[in-house]
């Protein structure tokens, strides 16, 4: 059709060449909208493949064939060849579950023995400082989510002042300009002031066209990565040079059979308003700079930070199902399976990022940032805490976790919690509060390591689910996973949260565990004497026959006196 076009004359020759060079054109600067397309294809390769080929020969064998029956005989075969897919593939999730026993397989998972101690603990949860962090903008400006990055050797909240997505005009004329940096170990976080950091980038999450970073990364890909690679979670945090920047992190897809999500590595963005030049430049080639997973090691502030996207983290873990072997998930035999559990009413879900300390471990983990999992047993009614996951928050291509149910500890997991923390305070009214987001507290407290769950108590919104109340002074808990029991703890005093847990619980652990002293404190006066008793009381009583014995030695002497005369 096009060859008899071509050869019409001159006129339809350079009609051809026009529409040539235009797709081309075309294809070149919108590259960041049907990019979509190309990650659908290289997602689904096998299966498409497959089913062309089914489709091709079944069609084939259709045409070829001369009798009605036949013919009726091959489209029978087809629906139910492409019924069976649909439904064993997308219905009962096995693509899915395909893809993640590709994810177990190139995993490289680390058993840990003793679980690591928590540092800096956050306060607020993500939900928390999101609804403050929206309370303190304009009606024309919006607040990116939150992440919890390292800032000057500090856990921070970070999260960019952009224009509202509702504002079409300021979308496609304005700039971010600010960035609140909120310190996460605070019960007070202050969204003014030095926390307001003054940065322009002329590229944002809400804007528009080739200003939006999504865009403006895509745009940078080359065309191999356009198949394999697609940015994810943005992060706002300081380069080497002390700059704010943007790293986008990115997911790159492997495998040809049920290929899977891995990290990618980052795109590199940094602040400062853009001339016509590099107007010029995110039009043709995008901006930011590609660090791969294996030059990360080249950027120190890329390092023990937190760029993983979540979407990885999170199919990693759930990977972890197959430990009992690539049958067990399945619905007649789960023995060791589990799951990430859900958390409701629209908070935070994990993983929770947390600052652990790894130090005295026999693991080469670095001390820092992860992403953790508590993962349960796959049913509803199976709260217990199975293994705790602790996936390196800077993508080091390493998993370590800690088999509870093995070592048959009997911890409860993060589902049980919140029905916990309700029936230990049933003044409170929980039809407008809730308790949310229980990330690990693990402390060495009375002679061992113990964990605990951090919960906070936040109101939501009656017209809102997702506007969590954003309290400077919010209630906080401790639940010992292994007791089941509830501490309030004070908000305001993070020194003394150990001691009040030694306070409520010590009499129970004595009892259990025959403990000694909480791990800091110095043996009182009373507690001297009353061991001195003890001790005193443990001596067997002897009977004391000294009289009797002397009387029998006076005879026995007298006797012998008078043998001798």
């Keep these: 059709m096009i060859k008899n076009y071509w050869n ?150 970070t999260m960019a002042i952009q224009p509202s997505e509702k504002y079409v005009m300021q979308r496609i004329s304005d700039n971010t300009e600010e960035v609140f940096s909120v310190s996460s170990t605070t019960p007070f976080p202050r969204f003014s002031n030095e926390n307001r950091i003054d940065v322009t980038f002329s590229i944002g999450e809400s804007l528009k066209f080739s200003r939006n970073t999504y865009n403006a990364v895509v745009q940078r890909f080359n065309p191999w990565m356009l198949f394999n690679h697609e940015p994810s979670d943005t992060f706002y945090m300081k380069n080497d040079n002390g700059e704010w920047v943007q790293v986008v992190s990115l997911i790159k897809w492997k495998g040809f059979f049920f290929p899977y999500p891995s990290f990618g590595g980052v795109m590199i963005i940094e602040n400062g308003e853009h001339d016509f030049n590099d107007y010029m430049e995110r039009i043709l080639i995008g901006k930011g700079t590609y660090v791969s997973p294996d030059d990360i090691k080249n950027y120190p502030f890329l390092m023990k930070q937190n760029t993983l996207s979540e979407k990885v983290s999170q199919l990693e873990a759930e990977s972890l199902k197959f430990l009992g072997g690539f049958s067990d998930p399945l619905p007649w035999n789960m023995k060791t399976a589990v799951k990430i559990p859900v958390m409701p009413k629209d908070q935070n879900q994990q993983p929770y990022v947390t600052d652990f300390n790894f130090s005295g471990s026999n693991s080469d983990a670095y001390s820092g940032l992860y992403h953790w999992f508590g993962l349960e047993p796959v049913g509803d009614e199976r709260t217990s805490l199975s293994y705790s996951v602790f996936v390196p928050a800077d993508g080091t291509d390493k998993l370590y976790y800690y088999d509870h149910a093995t070592r048959k500890q009997g911890y409860a997991g993060v589902s049980a919690m919140p029905l916990k923390v309700k029936e230990s305070k049933k003044e409170y009214d929980w039809t407008a509060s809730t308790p949310v987001e229980f990330r690990p507290y693990i402390k060495d407290i009375a002679g061992r390591k113990r964990m605990f769950f951090l919960g906070t108590i936040s109101s939501i919104s009656s017209t809102d689910a997702q506007q969590f109340d954003g309290s400077a002074t919010p209630d906080l808990v401790l639940i010992d996973s292994e007791y089941r029991d509830v501490i309030w703890i004070d908000v305001k005093h993070p020194s003394t949260w150990d001691q009040e847990v030694y306070n409520q619980l010590n009499e129970a652990w004595r009892a259990s565990e025959g403990i000694g002293y909480f791990y800091n404190e110095k043996p009182k006066d009373e507690d001297i004497m009353e061991q001195e008793i003890d001790s005193l009381m443990r001596i067997p009583k002897v009977e004391d026959n000294s009289d009797m014995i002397n009387a029998l030695q006076r005879q026995l002497d007298s006797l012998k006196a008078a043998g001798g005369q």
Excluded: C
């Design 8 to 157: 019409k004359g001159g006129k339809q020759k350079r009609i051809t060449v026009f529409v040539v060079l235009l797709l081309l054109v075309l294809l070149f600067f919108f590259r960041d909208d049907y990019q979509l397309v190309l990650l659908f294809l290289r997602k689904y390769i096998f299966v498409l493949l497959v089913s062309a080929l089914i489709l091709f020969f079944g069609l084939r064998k259709f045409r070829k064939s001369a009798k009605v029956g036949s013919r009726l005989g091959v489209l029978a075969l087809l629906i139910i060849f492409f019924g069976l897919l649909y439904v064993v593939g997308w219905h009962y999730k096995m693509y899915d579950y395909m893809k993640t026993y590709n994810v177990f397989n190139s995993l490289n998972k680390v058993e840990i023995d003793e679980l690591p101690l928590t540092q800096n603990e956050r306060i607020q949860p993500l939900r928390n400082i999101f609804s403050m962090a929206n309370e303190s903008v304009g009606e024309t400006k919006d607040v990116s989510l939150p992440h919890l990055v390292r800032v000057d050797d500090q856990n921070k909240w």
